[in-house]
Nanobody, 124 residues
Framework: QVQLVESGGGLVQAGGSLRLSCAAS????????MGWFRQASGKEREFVAA????????YYAESVKGRFTISRDNAKNMVYLQMNSLKPEDTAVYYC?????????????????WGQGTQVTVSS
């Protein structure tokens, strides 16, 4: 089992940047693909970004491509989401998630571990 704890959310003006962090427990962290999802108030959860177990492969939702970057540090059991050029429509609770498998996936139902979420609010 892997436990995940997100941090780094907050309030930022449009055009600004935030870096989300996800700390993972467990000795098998480097075996798991990781992803970030978000859920805006009144909307369904949506995929944001994913990274393979090694970090060499990444995948992004079209809405964040070119603005967000997912990365991981397996030595520190950490996953990051660098968010630049933030827009008000990026406002949501952001969740870190992990898969049993090491391969990329953008379907939330294929992720087994979830953090508690961190709020990101982008003001216009």
């Amino acid at each position: 089992q892997v436990q995940l704890v997100e941090s780094g959310g907050g309030l930022v003006q449009a055009g600004g940047s935030l870096r989300l962090s996800c700390a993972a427990s467990g000795r098998t962290f480097s075996e798991h693909a990781m992803g970030w999802f978000r859920q805006a108030s009144g909307k369904e959860r949506e995929f944001v970004a994913a990274t393979s177990w090694s970090g060499r492969s990444t995948y992004y939702a079209e809405s964040v491509k070119g603005r967000f970057t997912i990365s991981r540090d397996n030595a520190k059991n950490m996953v990051y989401l660098q968010m630049n050029s933030l827009k008000p429509e990026d406002t949501a609770v952001y969740y870190c998630a992990g898969r049993w498998s090491g391969g990329l996936d953008y379907h939330g139902q294929n992720y087994a571990f979830w953090g508690q979420g961190t709020q990101v609010t982008v003001s216009s």
